[in-house]
């Protein structure tokens, strides 16, 4: 079965610190998000209840791109600076 094009995107870039924050909101009907790492290596967390740490979670090496089919809310940690990441959602 061929894959259904989303109807809508939601484009944008946040910056990211040594704190945990949130990068993608949960968004219920949300198909998938794609995260773009466009600086230093980052942490990313899927899950509402565990905030990113550097220890944990799954690394995005600089550069690297990653595409999560999920609705929860995404957080992000960098090791060190304010690197940017940039997403799209599809839902």
Do not use: C, H, W
């Not at 509402?48 to 957080?75: K, R, W």
Request: glycine share 4%; hydrophobic share 50%; aromatic share 4%.
């Amino acid at each position: 079965m061929a894959d259904v094009l989303s109807r809508t995107l939601n484009i944008a870039q946040a910056a990211l610190s040594t704190a945990s924050s949130t990068i993608v909101a949960a968004r219920p009907g949300r198909r998938r998000v794609t995260i773009k790492n466009m600086d230093a290596s980052i942490v990313i967390t899927v899950n509402s209840s565990i905030a990113a740490a550097t220890s944990t979670g799954f690394p995005i090496a600089a550069g690297a791109t990653l595409t999560l089919d999920t609705n929860a809310v995404i957080t992000a940690i960098a090791a060190s600076g304010t690197p940017s990441v940039a997403y799209i959602e599809e839902f």
